[in-house]
């Protein structure tokens, strides 16, 4: 997912080049506003964090670009190339390397592993997908 700071900065094209380029397909592509409860519900895991509050204001602040990609390796190898999650740490090559310097906004969201993929698929797209 494009987060709303890498939409106002006009990052989508960028984004979806690199993982083109890197050979990846994309399955699925929607522009949306974010409801709280989607937001929450997407970073269930963190609900305990001090940030979450923040960071539930900030993914909906403004339009997302929610995305499905498939190849090989797509999970590991795409947050490679999204890099560290603190761009203070990203590998200059990577997209936060390349476009972020701060935590609180760093420009995308890739999924962690394949099982959280599937969840957050079904939570963002439902049955729309084209395969
Ligand atoms: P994402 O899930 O967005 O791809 P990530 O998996 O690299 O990021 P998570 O630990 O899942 O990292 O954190 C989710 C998001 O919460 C981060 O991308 C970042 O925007 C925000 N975040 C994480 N840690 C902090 C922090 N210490 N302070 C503020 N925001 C944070
Ligand atoms: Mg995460």
């Not at 900065?9 to 989607?38: A, C, D, P, T, W």
């Not at 963190?46 to 090989?72: H, N, Q, T």
């Not at 203070?88 to 972020?100: L, N």
Request: glycine share 12%; aromatic share 8%; with cysteine.
């Amino acid at each position: 997912m494009i987060k709303p700071d890498g939409v106002q900065r006009g990052l989508v094209g960028e984004v979806i080049k690199r993982f083109e380029q890197r050979g990846y397909k994309l399955v699925g592509l929607k522009m949306l506003n974010v409801e709280r409860s989607l937001a929450e519900k997407h970073y269930a895991d963190l609900s305990e964090k001090p940030f979450f509050g923040a960071l539930v204001d900030y993914i909906c602040s403004g339009p997302v670009v929610a995305m499905v990609w498939e190849g090989r390796n797509i999970v590991l190898t795409g947050r490679k190339m999204i890099g560290a999650t603190n761009p203070q740490a990203s590998e200059p090559g990577t997209i936060r390397g390349d476009y972020a310097i701060e935590v609180g906004r760093n420009v995308i969201h890739g999924s962690d592993s394949v099982e959280n993929a599937q969840k957050e698929i079904a939570l963002w797209f439902g049955e729309n997908l084209a395969e």
